[in-house]
């Protein structure tokens, strides 16, 4: 009886070795969805499991705030995942993975993301690649054009003014009784690109510098069209803090005249709107300095912590490859980061005429983006400005301080922020 | 069965007295629960105060650099505390302001509206099992469930404002004006809540003797003397412990409200909690330092209110011994 049990044993043994021999390695990313990327990735990424059985990759899909409110946390505490997908781009460069020694043919990520490779840099590098965009985001507007139909008011052309396009959308909302004429995401990296069309810096040389002269004109434009009715309370409003409010809903149900966001939208206007009514993206308005949005987007980062450095840098090479990174794209519908594609053109699978036209204006919008709106992007500590911009701001609309008080308070937050970050 | 089960609940226990003497056994009883409660309880107030007494943004405690009452001098730095515009951190007072108007109102509102549900739930009545359970039943939501019913009622284009634009009215901005807003923090957090309170107040007015209601009866007491002479002397134990929870509950108040306003509008209906919330860990720079100096400084105010409660609920045990 004993025989038999050590057999029984030892066959079970030599049962589980080769298979713990050739037990693949985890790879887990941390992923966010505006839209249907995350189904694209997993069908890309079971492509490269097959074809690299050696490593298998877990895509845990989470909620956006985790990215923004707990990833930073784990991160810190050293329990970051081995790869995450993240929109504060600089947030905590110090903690990414130099992926330069590992990948296969570092010139083709310089040479392809040669414009983006310094998002997700450190302070201080200027040559490591420390992430993949997996998406380009340009902020822009969205217009129901079915609304400036039904009111006979023509679309204001690509160059009109931010003025321009208020007066009409409060026209068309006046005809049409649609509740919300203009509609901003409740985002201070939303209201960046309108300021520095207004003139707005952000820097003074090399430091921040929220409020000046040209965010000022901006700053006043928005709280004067939350008086006069050109904005609904609804959304910078109806919250407080720094939390983020979108309208893509209220623009869907046909309530928003001009909808300001990014391009982002279109996948899920595609599919909540499709062609129940006509809408679209537009040239951003003109201010005197510029007729800009706000770059953006999401990367994909490896983490110093990471156990499998090598196995993460292969996924994340696979991702870059171009066939792959073209084939990705063209599900999602998201603009590239890759120079090379970008001049190519991607071979978009939409067949609406309202996602078409939408992705030529963002085209558009990209190529007037300003050298500002760059250089705040590439800003590692841009949220404090985003977030002092926000809280305060609303503070000023929900009426609890005046314009000018909340300036003063934008300018003190600023600063607080950057001490407490160790800035100088 | 029952013998062999004994012995083998026995004999681990026989083996620790064997090891640790008899007069110890006590501790070892209570060391599984010191455990836990050193773990979940004691060591985050200690991390707490490391927190409070250091600065930067690192979350890990070894790389804080030490900073002293800094972050207490910054916090507390105000021309007037009562003009929360003249303080450096006029959101944590505004915080502070808005959380004293919300427990002030609240609790006077929670306490009364419970008080009078145990009153109306403990006569005899048809259906009286159910509409217990009725007035129960919002305790058992989650606050996220509880928040997001309530954004349905209250939005502009939700139920109330199509009742009330149904009526010929104007549409409300019941979220979206700073009043309204606030009040509506109120009575959601008092709805989702009295049910527990009503449940406390309930078992105290049943543990109240008939025979004394009986002996008013007989001598033609007015209903209103009566319980103002008997229910509600007899009820002040449960009365007590209501307030002393209700206290402190709606000092802590945060995930309903949080869902259903964000604090918002402007900071209107922000609390203390989600202050320290946001400033450890909404924002990118992540102030853990001013954060836990805050939450110490409720605790400080939450023990304060609570002991003064516990001396009042003692004085009162001692004149009714008397």
Known sequence: ?424 | MITTLARLIDAPFDALQRRFGAARMPYVFVAPNLLVFGIFVAAPMILNVWYAITGGTQFMPADRPYVGASNFAELLDCTNHFIPATCKQDRFWRAVANTSWFVAFQVIGLVAISLLTALILNRRMPWRGFFRAVFFYPVLLSPVVVALIWKWILQPDGVLNAIVVGSGGARVPFLLDPGWAFSWTIVVSIWAHMGFYTLILLAGLQAIPADLYEAAEMDGTPHVRVFWRITLPLLMPNMLVVLVLALIRAVQSFDEIFVLTGGGPGTATQYIVQYIYETAFANQTHILGLAATASMLVGGVLLVLTLLQLAASARARGEAGR
């Open chain 1, 1 to 424: 009886m004993r025989t038999l049990l050590r057999r029984a044993l030892l066959a079970g043994i030599a049962a589980v070795l080769p298979m713990a021999a050739h037990a693949a390695t985890e790879i887990r990313i941390m992923w966010y969805n505006d839209g249907n990327e995350g189904e694209v990735a997993r069908d890309l990424l079971n492509r490269f499991e097959a074809a690299n059985p050696d490593i298998k990759v877990v895509l845990d899909q989470v909620p956006y705030k985790m990215i923004t409110e707990n990833l930073p946390q784990l991160v810190s505490s050293g329990q970051a995942p081995d790869i995450a997908r993240i929109t504060d781009l600089g947030g905590q460069a110090d903690q990414y993975l130099d992926l330069g020694p590992l990948l296969k043919d570092r010139a083709y990520w310089e040479k392809n993301f040669a414009a983006v490779l310094p998002w997700t840099r450190p302070a201080g590098n200027t040559t490591g690649i420390f992430g993949l965009m997996t998406q380009l985001t340009v902020t822009m507007p969205i217009v129901n054009e079915t609304l400036f139909q039904q009111a006979g008011i023509p679309l204001p052309g690509p160059k009109a003014t931010w003025q321009e396009w208020a007066i009409a959308a409060k026209a068309v909302a006046q005809k049409t009784g649609a509740p919300i004429p203009i509609a901003m995401d409740r985002s201070g990296h939303r209201m960046a690109g309108p300021a520095i069309s207004m003139g707005a810096k952000f820097f003074d040389g090399d430091t921040p510098a929220l409020v000046d002269d040209g965010f000022k004109v901006m700053t006043k434009l928005l709280y004067d069209w939350h008086r006069d009715g050109t904005m609904s309370k609804q959304i910078w409003g109806s919250v407080g803090g720094t939390a983020y409010r979108g309208a893509n809903e209220e623009f869907a149900n046909g309530q928003v005249v001009l909808y300001f966001s990014g391009n982002w939208q279109f996948p899920q206007f595609a599919k909540t709107i499709g062609d129940g009514f006509d809408w679209h993206g537009v040239n951003n308005p003109c201010g005197p300095a510029a007729c800009t949005g706000m770059p953006g987007g999401a990367a994909l980062v490896a983490y110093k912590s990471t156990k499998h450095p090598a196995e993460a840098a292969r996924v994340l090479d696979y991702l870059a490859s171009e066939p792959v990174y073209a084939e990705f794209h063209a599900r999602t519908l998201f603009l590239t980061a890759h120079a090379g594609l970008a001049a190519k053109g991607i071979a978009y699978k939409a067949d609406m005429p309202q996602v078409r036209k939408s992705l030529e204006a963002a085209a558009a919008n990209v190529l007037a983006l300003s050298p500002v709106a760059y250089k705040l992007q590439g800003y590692a500590r841009n949220r404090i400005l985003f977030n002092a911009l926000t809280v305060r701001l609303n503070q000023a609309i929900a009426g609890e301080m005046s314009l000018d008080d909340a300036w003063g308070r934008m300018t003190s937050d600023v600063a607080d922020g950057l001490k407490a970050a160790g800035v100088k």
